[in-house]
């Protein structure tokens, strides 16, 4: 922002200089790039007022008239004005403006306007980024841009460092003003031969006094009582206007979202209504220190114009920046220090016409404040409103594919900025908006470099910027091919430094609509409470390695038709209590090896019909105690080859009905100890070959109804010793024709053909009633 410059024309004596006092000939030159001769001064208007650029509107003459702009915009030009104590007064700038206005007599006209080098920033427009700086090292930097630069900071106070700073399609000028008004730095110029130089300020400690003895001046109302050559003011007028008596500004640190920075401050005035506050924000600021002072500049800023002088002198000397003191005035209470804020200076030299009546002049008008108020500028430098959101690239270190802070952000290149490095140092740590942001929960998703994200602006500030979205672009397609994938919606990630994803994707497509979730390596789910799955139709489910399922309560598995499970190596399944398998039809069970069953209590087998058990090679039944088999039926056990049945105890058959045993080769059954066997009705004990009893000890044979033995041959008894034969009512013996009979009356009956009776000793017969032998013929020895 500059002065907009503006055709003054020449200043009539008759009109803006009537009340000059007369000054010496030609007491006011010009200095340029051109021969002396060729430019005159005829008059000068210039403008200067603290934080504001300063103008110079020249009026020349020259016996020239065709002078060429080119050589002098652009150019330094110099201006001396003679004091009254043979000193001399310089200003100094460049001419921005060159104009031909006519002629005067013999001479022709031109008229320049002169302004410092400060304006030449007005000029310049960019768009950079600043951070990790105060104001007066950003003012620096951008003022080093400017070869023709002079400038020098006499301030006192300490400053902040800013974050980050952006200066956005704005002017140099501008940047640099809106940052010293927001901070309360100030400016003048500083004139010199062929030179000056901008001073930058901040205290009252800055202002010296008026220098060529205008320390102090007097006022006389009535210039005639002035004495002759006297430096004096000729006009003095005071205001007061009502300033806001109440200041408060806050912000907010989302670092420290619970921080107080709310900073209030009050000026009070003697006047009533002086109580109106004026209340900011943001303030610009996340340290409360600096929000007071940025309080104290404020209020300074209104009331710097609560009460303003105004007055006019002579004393070309007068200079802005510095103080005097004002005596002879009236009013005790004006008769004070003030520090000129602003001057007007206008400066005439005589007619250059021979035989002109016209006489040369000064005069300067000029603004002041009392110097126990502290001036602040103004802040009139507007602030870029960032009109809407843009895009940007995120970035971070070379070879890094994230980069973030512990708060999510992350940073990133404009598209504006041209001095970026696309790296780490690019911008500040922008904030990243997210779909939920709780504490210690929510949506989190973190850009990633390369990516290119909308940037928002908080209250269309610049300096605040925030991601609010992501934007696909020609170098990052969306994941599902477009526009033929338009129905399939979800998201889909990307390994860090690999080459998978993790993907839950949507497709819409009528009648194949489908969702799918892809994890690139492990996936966890945690379900608190209960978790429910509906699947209408068919469910796979692929596991590559392994799977482990832990139920720390009940189970249940309902499968409405057939289950089919298939094991490839081996399974193992422990039941930490009861098991209870029911099959409501038939149920087929294949062990590919072998199979081993360990059982730690009792073992009960039901089956409610016919049952097969097949042993392709050898079984072994190892019972530590007793066992009982209770078969309701009939029972077969069929064996292909040998069987050994070991019983370490006692054992137990006992079979309901009719049992069966068939032996296809030999039979032999070792009992250790004894042997007892017990047939409830008919025992019949067949033998196709021979049959063989060897009894180590005694042997007993009891029946309890009739015995009947048939042998097909030979029967032979072989008794070491006795053979005793009881019978309880008759023993007969019979073979062919031939008997024996004995009944347990005594009798005894041998019937036969031949009856002989021969014994290699004696042969007694003896008996206690009659002998009675009968026969055809007796004969006795």
């Excluded at 399609?169 to 004139?191: K, P, T």
């Excluded at 200041?247 to 006047?271: N, W």
């Excluded at 021979?354 to 000029?366: D, V, Y």
Aim: overall charge negative.
């Amino acid at each position: 922002m500059g002065f907009v410059p503006h055709d003054f024309g020449r200043l009539p004596p008759s009109t803006a200089l009537r009340t000059f006092a007369p000054m010496p000939q030609q007491p006011y030159r010009i200095k340029t790039p051109l021969p002396a001769s060729e430019l005159l001064l005829e008059s000068l208007h210039c403008t200067e007022s603290l934080s504001t650029l300063s103008q110079i509107n020249a009026s020349l003459l020259s016996p020239r008239g065709d002078i060429d702009p080119d050589k002098l915009l652009g150019q330094p030009v110099g201006f001396e004005l003679a004091m009254n104590d043979d000193g001399t007064r310089h200003l100094h700038g460049y001419v921005t403006r060159f104009t031909h206005s006519g002629s005067v007599g013999r001479y022709h006209s031109y008229q320049a306007v002169v302004r410092p080098w400060l304006w030449f920033l007005t000029r310049t427009t960019d768009c950079r980024i600043f951070q990790a700086q105060t104001v007066p090292e950003m003012v620096k930097t951008v003022f080093e841009d400017h070869g023709i630069a002079v400038h020098d900071f006499k301030l006192f106070r300490e400053y902040r460092s800013w974050d980050y700073c952006v200066q956005y399609r704005e002017s140099d000028f501008n940047f640099v003003s809106r940052l010293l008004e927001h901070e309360g730095i100030y400016y003048r110029f500083e004139h010199s031969d062929g030179a000056h130089k901008l001073l930058l300020l901040d205290s009252a400690g800055a202002h010296d006094p008026q220098p060529h003895g205008l320390e102090a001046l007097p006022y006389y109302a009535n210039v005639g009582q002035a004495p002759p050559g006297a430096q004096y003011v000729s006009r003095w007028a005071s205001s007061r206007s009502v300033r806001p008596g109440k200041f408060a500004i806050t912000d907010y640190d989302f670092a420290k979202p619970q921080s107080k920075l709310l900073a209030e401050g009050a000026r009070e005035r003697g006047h009533e209504l002086a109580d109106a506050e004026i209340f900011d924000f943001p303030g610009g600021y996340t340290q409360l220190a600096d929000g007071t002072q940025y309080l104290e500049n404020r209020i300074d800023e209104f009331h710097s114009r609560f009460e303003v002088f105004d007055g006019a002198t002579n004393a070309i000397g007068m200079q802005l920046g510095f103080t005097f003191k004002l005596e002879r005035h009236p009013r005790d209470e004006e008769n004070a220090e003030y520090l000129v804020t602003s001057t007007t200076l206008q400066a005439h030299n005589g007619s250059l016409e021979a035989g002109a009546a016209s006489a040369g002049g000064f005069h300067c008008e000029f603004s002041a404040l009392r110097t126990g108020q502290q001036f602040r500028p103004p802040r009139r430098s507007p602030k870029p409103f960032m009109q809407g959101p843009q895009t940007a690239k995120v970035v971070g270190p070379a070879g890094d594919e994230i980069y973030t802070d512990k708060h999510g952000r992350v940073k990133v290149q404009f598209h504006w900025d041209r001095y970026g490095r696309e790296d780490e140092n690019s911008s500040c740590w922008i904030r990243v908006s997210h779909p939920w942001a709780g504490k210690g929960w929510g949506a989190v998703s973190i850009p990633r470099i390369g990516q290119e994200v909308v940037v928002d602006f908080l209250e269309g500030d610049p300096d605040q910027p925030i991601i609010t979205g992501r934007v696909y672009n020609a170098e990052n397609m969306p994941p599902y091919g477009l526009p033929g994938g338009a129905v399939v919606s979800g998201m889909k990630s990307n390994t860090h430094k690999g080459s998978g994803y993790n993907e839950i994707s949507a497709n819409d497509t009528a009648g194949a609509e489908m969702i799918t979730i892809h994890g690139q390596y492990d996936m966890s789910t945690t379900v608190l409470h209960d978790q429910t799955l509906e699947v209408g139709n068919n469910r796979t489910d692929h596991i590559a390695v392994d799977d482990s399922e832990t139920v720390d309560n009940n189970q249940t598995l309902v499968v409405g038709v057939d289950q089919d499970i298939t094991v490839g190596s081996n399974r193992s399944e422990s039941v930490g209590a009861n098991e209870t398998i029911a099959i409501g039809a038939d149920r087929t069970e294949t062990v590919g090896a072998n199979q081993s069953v360990s059982i730690g209590g009792s073992d009960t087998l039901t089956v409610a019909l016919q049952r097969t058990h097949a042993v392709g090679v050898n079984e072994t039944i190892a019972i530590g105690a007793a066992q009982e088999i209770a078969i309701g039926a009939l029972q077969a056990v069929v064996i292909g080859a040998s069987q050994t049945v070991t019983v370490g105890g006692p054992q137990t058959v006992s079979v309901g009905a009719a049992q069966t045993v068939t032996v296809g080769a030999a039979q032999t059954t070792t009992v250790a100890s004894n042997q007892a066997q017990t047939v409830g009705g008919d025992c019949a004990v067949k033998v196709a070959g021979k049959h063989a009893v060897n009894v180590g000890g005694d042997a007993g044979m009891t029946v309890g109804g009739k015995r009947s033995a048939s042998v097909g041959g030979d029967d032979n008894f072989s008794i070491a010793k006795k053979l005793i034969v009881d019978a309880g009512d008759e023993i007969s013996l019979t073979t062919g024709s031939a008997s024996i009979v004995m009944k347990k009356d005594g009798s005894i009956t041998i019937k036969g053909k031949d009856i002989l009776i021969e014994g290699s000793g004696k042969v007694n017969v003896k008996a206690s009633g009659d002998v009675i032998i009968k026969g055809a013929k007796v004969t006795a020895n």
